[in-house]
């Protein structure tokens, strides 16, 4: 009889088994290319954010807040907007860097339509800055990182974060000072509506320097839920809601973290991330006090963007560290392990020179604290 040319089961089943095991050593050098190459567009990314600035500071000769715009007044608060009439809407102070950088990154015909504002209530300049409107509504690629796996309800979704410093008070005020490259611009007095005053930080206000002093960083976004009992959230999804004890001691923040999630019962909110018009440090905005992919916190329980007193740490879904990029233009990954000092000493006042207790990784986020 002639013998017959076939696999036997048991050879078949060896060779199932050394393929499985091949796919099973490729499969993570696979994720890691990808992984890699996610991390270099957000690299580019954030470099095109800094080449964005310098070229704005170039044409106007200042950074461009954090928030500013037009500002409407009928009270006495520094930029009031409460009771205001349809036809009396502006930006309330709060209209995003990323809008004043649209010209900058080949957006220009964004920003004319926002400048022409339209009838019967879209002032010139746009409405209030966290509204919703058509040039508000418009999404861009270059303000999202392809790491992150977050979902919201939102559309208008960015990652990219602001750095205001190393201080956790006052963030959300239009006071034309900061600890950090941005801060909230400033409107005069006695007049209705208030034109801006300070307008943001200029290059030669940065004495620590250019290439020590952080620009923009990251941070995952949120599910845009107000307040809420923590579920199955991770951390860098979500902001802790009354840790009051980060005013005077940051690092009782992390008492929130459970592994990569909440203590059961924390109470939350999602909103960072959902509205990139919106120059609150709620919607686009960090600090650096806790070090990258730790937990965030802020003092009271606002539902909105709006809390004021905040632990807003970097983070993003690359393994061990976030992208960042210096006033020069500089660009870096910076590990979680960076060097944060006594994260359990007082925070600085906003308008405090005093250098940063908080290591290199606080200096890094101050502009002229000579550190």
């Known amino acids: 009889m002639l013998k017959k040319n076939a696999f036997t089961l048991i050879e078949l089943l060896v060779v199932i088994a050394i393929i499985g095991v091949l796919v099973g050593l490729l499969l993570p050098a696979v994720q890691q290319a990808r992984e890699a190459a996610r991390r270099a567009s957000c690299i580019n990314k954030v470099k095109q954010l800094g080449v964005a600035v310098a070229n704005h500071e170039s044409a106007k000769s200042y950074i461009p807040a954090i928030k500013g715009g037009t500002c409407a007044f009928t009270g006495g608060a520094t930029c009031f907007v409460g009771g205001l009439s349809n036809a009396q809407k502006q930006n309330g102070g709060r209209r995003s860097v990323f809008v004043e950088l649209l010209p900058y990154m080949e957006e220009l015909s964004v920003y004319e339509a926002i400048m022409a504002g339209g009838a019967p209530d879209r002032q010139p300049g746009g409405p209030y800055a966290w509204e919703g409107w058509g040039p508000w509504g418009k999404t861009f690629s270059w303000l999202r990182c392809p790491s992150d796996f977050g979902t919201s309800t939102q559309t208008r979704l960015n990652n990219y974060a602001a750095c205001v410093g190393d201080n956790v008070a006052g963030q959300n005020a239009n006071s034309g000072n900061s600890r950090g490259a941005f801060m909230g611009a400033s409107y005069e007095t006695g007049a209705n509506p208030r034109r801006m005053v300070v307008k943001g930080t200029k290059f030669k206000d940065i004495t620590d320097g250019t290439s020590k002093t952080l620009l923009f960083s990251e941070r995952m976004i949120g599910d845009n839920q107000g307040m809420h009992t923590a579920g199955r959230e991770d951390f860098r999804q979500a902001v ?74 970097p983070n993003s879904a690359h393994p061990m560290g976030v992208c960042v990029v210096r006033v020069d233009g500089s660009t870096d990954f910076i590990n979680d392990n960076i060097d944060t000092g006594n994260t359990s000493a007082a925070p600085p006042g906003r308008t405090s020179s005093a250098a940063s207790p908080y290591g290199v990784w606080g200096a890094m986020g101050s502009k002229a604290a000579g550190d």
Do not use: E, H
């Open 240 to 313: 802790a809601l009354n840790v009051n004890g980060i005013s005077t001691n940051p690092s009782s923040c992390m008492a929130v973290a459970d592994g990569n999630g909440f203590v059961s019962g924390t109470s939350v909110k999602g909103r960072w991330g959902n509205i990139w018009t919106d120059g609150q440090i709620g919607r686009i905005g960090f600090n650096t006090v806790l070090g990258p992919n730790t937990p965030s916190c802020a003092v009271g329980t606002n539902n909105n963007a709006d809390s004021g007193t905040v632990v807003y740490a």
